[in-house]
């Protein structure tokens, strides 16, 4: 998905669909451990520096990455208040899961009476 179509989508949209690439997510968790350069990461990956930097872009427009020189050096970063609203709105939801978990136990212990 190119950048150019955030217009299409809410700023939450464009997080989940930034996400939804297993590449994207693999960068994601490589940047969990700290800043990192487009070519580390595609040496981690093993994945071509080009495509690297198309999904870093991508993550860039949905607010979950920064990218900022040092030297010759462009570090990647984590931006956590994409993180932060993303759980905002999943932790809306958590009652649902915990309904359904709650009533699940409540049968087992039925079953198990």
Do not use: N
């Amino acid at each position: 998905m190119e950048v150019s179509e955030r217009g299409k989508y809410d700023e939450l949209g464009f997080v989940f669909l930034a996400l939804a690439d297993p590449t994207r997510r693999r960068l994601v968790e490589q940047l969990r451990a700290g800043d990192a350069t487009v070519t580390d990461l595609a040496d981690r990956l093993q994945v071509a520096i080009p495509s690297v930097s198309k999904h870093l872009t991508v993550l860039e427009g949905a607010g979950l990455v920064s990218r900022h020189r040092e030297a010759q050096w462009r570090r990647c970063h984590l931006e956590s208040a994409a993180f932060a609203r993303l759980r905002e709105w999943v932790d809306q939801y958590e009652s649902l899961w915990t309904g359904s978990l709650d009533r699940l136990e409540a049968r087992l212990r039925d079953e198990q009476a």
